[in-house]
Each structure stands twice: as structure tokens, then as C-alpha cells.
């Protein structure tokens, strides 16, 4: 998934399910991971404790989904270019000088 973290690896649910006691021994020593079904991120498996970020923890309540894609990859804004603003910026400096 390109909104998966560094450090989160992706595992399959019929994998997981297959090794299930050798990814909790992951998870214990401190690995992440992602569940996806299909592909598709569906769970984020990560150990118990304080060291949760605060987007994470909302994530872990329910309250916040992880990003299913990149900024990167969004269309540019609609609108004119951005040169349209820097020439009203310096039209109405030439007004004041």
C-alpha cells in the first residue's frame, strides 16, 4: 500500500492465517505489519505499548483510516496557474510605489 509506513510490511490474510504463531513472534519483537485482503490494507498488527504515534492510536481506535494513496499522485489543483497571483501581487505593488 503506498500509505504503509516504513518499517510495516504487507502480509496477505491467507498468510497470515497459515503462520499466524511466527508473525506474532514478529510483532512481539517489535515488527509491523499490514493485513491486506485482495491486495486491499484491511488491518495494521503491531505490538502493544506506548510508542504509538497520535495518528496511529486513532487508527488503532476506529476513529482514523491510514491513506490509501500518495499526495503525489493527487491532480494538480483546479484554478488558474500560479503565476496569475504573482502578477496581482505585483500589480498592486506598482499601485502603491
Known sequence: M???DVGTSQVG??????????Y????HRGERFEVTDRGRPVALLLPLGG???????????GRATMPAGNVLDLPPPAGEPA???SAAVIAD???RL
Open 2 to 4: 503506498a500509505g504503509t
Open 13 to 22: 490474510i491467507r498468510a497470515l492465517r497459515q503462520n499466524l504463531s511466527v
Open 24 to 27: 506474532l513472534r514478529r510483532i
Open 51 to 61: 510508542d504509538l504515534s497520535p495518528v496511529e492510536r486513532l487508527v488503532a481506535q
Open 83 to 85: 503565476t496569475a497571483a
Open 93 to 95: 505593488r506598482e499601485d
